[in-house]
């Protein structure tokens, strides 16, 4: 049996977004199903546009979502040699031709072609043909290469995803193979790259499809077995916008930085586009073993949600043992330069992992517990009268002499609501507006036992302070 090889080429000219990172998942999925190859090759030939820094978000991002590949990454930059064996071969029998036409003669005539209403292509001036007598070569201007594209026919094949697919010859121009500058163009160099690295199978965005049939035409000039193709549907916003064309969040490791797990990220986009009956939350190796078939995925566009991700990036980070959640948020938590008590850190993670969507959040929190936040002076002034102030007052001079833990300070809060009459919520809100600037919480013992104690002391302090300059600043 042939053994399956995919591959994911992304070109490192701007960010790893959702989009290719799913399409790189499929393509590691489908590898994993039958035991194959996964390829990463990095497709920079675009030398003006691809930088270093996106190279390493690709291998970064792929790293970090444990899509680990077997061979590469291969850079299409190191490969010219062999890119040009090829396209020697291509020249010498009658495949390929050098092109001298300017950029300005191109445009002229397409802009002719335009104006007649017909699809704008090159005119083939510079294709040699039997009996064709080829203009004379301009002195000092570099031609490009262009491949002999078929004049007739059809190109067909079955895709994965869509089903069958027929592009006509005379739809296609004869494509620059290599470039005035000597670089050869993305179209052979992936089809060459495909056949070198033995391709079963190739799974890419739907934006590739008019790029298909040039490829295929290059690999049946070379009389070499084609890979099977698949085009994924694009992913897309709410407004329907393509999500790589977003300024926004569009790099995969913005979801690293805003604490989102590589469990809950994978289970969004494999699910994105593809299902397995009512199936909505499985791990990695179970989707592997159920990605068998191509055709199960979406013909249309996938709409991506964020409130989606975080609903199952909320169920990842429930299912997290406390310990390793604080390793995960431990460099967040430590940029901060608080000291924090571990033991105390892990009470804090079990009692808030379940309220949080991120990492993020979670560390937000903790910190919190350490470090005050601003205080949301107008909300507080909603809850607290003169009569919650007192008992404020009142929690200062209680709290600095009780033993400090959940059952005691219960008993020390109840005692205070008895005295001024009040009820639990009356004093609970301000507590937990002036401790962790949140209106909902769990008890508010709990969320006091936790506190050091000096720490709860020194808000209510400076929260009735700066309650009583306000005031005092409205009189004046």
Same mark, same amino acid.
């Given at each position: 049996?042939?053994?399956?090889?995919?591959?994911?080429?992304?070109?490192?000219?701007?960010? !790893?977004?959702?989009?290719?990172?799913?399409?790189? !998942?499929?393509?590691?999925?489908?590898?994993?199903?039958?035991?194959?190859?996964?390829?990463?090759?990095?497709?920079?030939? $675009?030398?003006?546009?691809?930088?270093?820094?996106? &190279?390493?978000?690709?291998? $970064?991002?792929?790293?970090?979502?444990?899509?680990?590949?077997?061979?590469?990454? *291969?850079?299409?930059?190191?490969?010219?040699?062999?890119?040009?064996?090829?396209?020697?071969?291509?020249?010498?029998?009658? +495949?390929?031709?050098?092109?001298?036409?300017?950029?300005?003669?191109?445009?002229?005539?397409?802009?002719?072609?335009?104006?007649?209403?017909?699809?704008?292509?090159?005119?083939?001036?510079?294709?040699?043909?039997?009996?064709?007598?080829?203009?004379?070569?301009?002195?000092?201007?570099?031609?490009?290469?262009?491949?002999?594209?078929?004049?007739?026919?059809?190109?067909?094949?079955? $895709? @994965? #995803?869509?089903?069958? =697919?027929?592009?006509?010859?005379?739809?296609?121009?004869?494509?620059?193979?290599?470039?005035?500058?000597?670089?050869?163009?993305?179209?052979?160099?992936?089809?060459?790259?495909?056949?070198?690295?033995?391709? &079963?199978?190739?799974?890419?965005?739907?934006?590739?499809?008019?790029?298909?049939?040039?490829?295929?035409?290059?690999?049946?000039?070379?009389?070499? &077995?084609?890979?099977?193709?698949?085009?994924?549907? /694009?992913?897309?916003?709410?407004?329907?916008?393509?999500?790589?064309?977003?300024?926004?969040?569009?790099?995969?490791?913005?979801?690293?930085?805003?604490?989102?797990?590589?469990?809950?990220? %994978?289970?969004?986009?494999?699910?994105?586009?593809?299902?397995?009956?009512?199936?909505?939350?499985?791990?990695?190796?179970? *989707?592997?073993?159920?990605?068998?078939?191509?055709?199960?995925?979406?013909?249309?566009?996938?709409?991506?949600?964020?409130?989606?991700?975080?609903?199952?990036?909320?169920?990842?980070?429930?299912?997290?043992?406390?310990?390793?959640? @604080?390793?995960?948020?431990?460099? =967040?938590?430590?940029?901060?330069?608080?000291?924090?008590?571990?033991?105390?850190?892990?009470?804090? #993670?079990?009692?808030?992992?379940?309220?949080?969507?991120?990492?993020?959040?979670?560390?937000?929190?903790?910190?919190?517990? +350490?470090?005050?936040?601003?205080?949301?002076?107008?909300?507080?002034?909603? +809850?607290?009268?003169? #009569?919650?102030?007192?008992?404020? /007052?009142?929690?200062?001079?209680?709290?600095?002499?009780?033993?400090?833990?959940?059952?005691?300070?219960?008993?020390?809060?109840?005692?205070?609501?008895?005295?001024?009459?009040?009820?639990?919520?009356?004093?609970?809100?301000?507590?937990? =507006?002036?401790?962790?600037?949140? %209106?909902? &919480?769990?008890?508010?013992?709990?969320?006091?036992?936790?506190?050091?104690?000096?720490?709860? !002391?020194?808000?209510?302090?400076?929260?009735?302070?700066?309650?009583?300059?306000?005031?005092?600043?409205?009189?004046?």
């Amino acid at each position: 049996m042939t053994i399956v090889r995919t591959r994911f080429a992304p070109s490192p000219t701007g960010n !790893l977004h959702i989009g290719g990172i799913r399409t790189a !998942l499929f393509s590691w999925a489908y590898a994993r199903h039958f035991n194959g190859i996964f390829i990463l090759r990095i497709e920079d030939t $675009d030398i003006n546009r691809s930088t270093l820094s996106a &190279t390493q978000t690709i291998i $970064d991002g792929m790293k970090w979502l444990g899509l680990n590949y077997d061979e590469g990454p *291969f850079y299409q930059t190191k490969r010219i040699n062999r890119y040009f064996e090829i396209i020697n071969y291509l020249l010498s029998n009658d +495949y390929a031709y050098y092109c001298y036409s300017s950029v300005e003669e191109i445009e002229s005539f397409r802009k002719k072609q335009r104006s007649f209403g017909e699809k704008p292509r090159y005119n083939r001036i510079w294709r040699p043909e039997p009996g064709k007598i080829l203009p004379s070569i301009p002195i000092n201007r570099k031609p490009v290469i262009r491949f002999k594209n078929p004049l007739y026919g059809n190109i067909t094949w079955n $895709d @994965l #995803i869509k089903g069958k =697919i027929t592009i006509s010859n005379k739809e296609l121009d004869d494509l620059v193979i290599v470039r005035a500058d000597g670089i050869p163009t993305y179209n052979f160099c992936a089809a060459i790259d495909d056949w070198d690295m033995k391709i &079963t199978h190739v799974i890419r965005g739907d934006d590739h499809i008019n790029n298909t049939p040039r490829q295929i035409n290059i690999l049946k000039a070379l009389g070499v &077995t084609l890979p099977f193709y698949g085009h994924l549907p /694009m992913v897309i916003d709410s407004n329907k916008v393509k999500i790589s064309k977003r300024k926004e969040a569009t790099d995969i490791m913005y979801y690293k930085k805003k604490g989102f797990l590589p469990e809950a990220i %994978l289970n969004y986009l494999a699910r994105l586009g593809w299902s397995h009956g009512n199936e909505e939350i499985f791990s990695i190796k179970q *989707f592997c073993y159920w990605f068998n078939d191509c055709k199960y995925l979406s013909k249309s566009p996938a709409q991506f949600n964020l409130k989606k991700l975080e609903w199952l990036n909320n169920f990842y980070i429930k299912s997290y043992d406390d310990k390793k959640l @604080l390793n995960l948020i431990q460099p =967040i938590i430590k940029k901060k330069n608080i000291e924090y008590n571990t033991l105390n850190v892990l009470k804090i #993670i079990s009692l808030f992992k379940n309220r949080v969507n991120t990492l993020t959040e979670l560390s937000d929190i903790i910190i919190i517990f +350490y470090s005050a936040p601003k205080l949301h002076i107008e909300l507080l002034k909603k +809850y607290i009268t003169d #009569i919650i102030k007192l008992a404020l /007052m009142e929690c200062v001079l209680q709290f600095s002499n009780i033993i400090w833990e959940k059952q005691i300070l219960n008993i020390t809060l109840k005692k205070i609501l008895e005295k001024f009459k009040l009820n639990m919520p009356q004093l609970a809100m301000p507590l937990r =507006i002036i401790l962790l600037n949140k %209106l909902q &919480t769990p008890s508010i013992d709990l969320i006091l036992s936790l506190f050091n104690r000096n720490i709860v !002391l020194d808000r209510i302090k400076n929260a009735i302070k700066n309650l009583n300059n306000t005031n005092k600043n409205l009189h004046i």
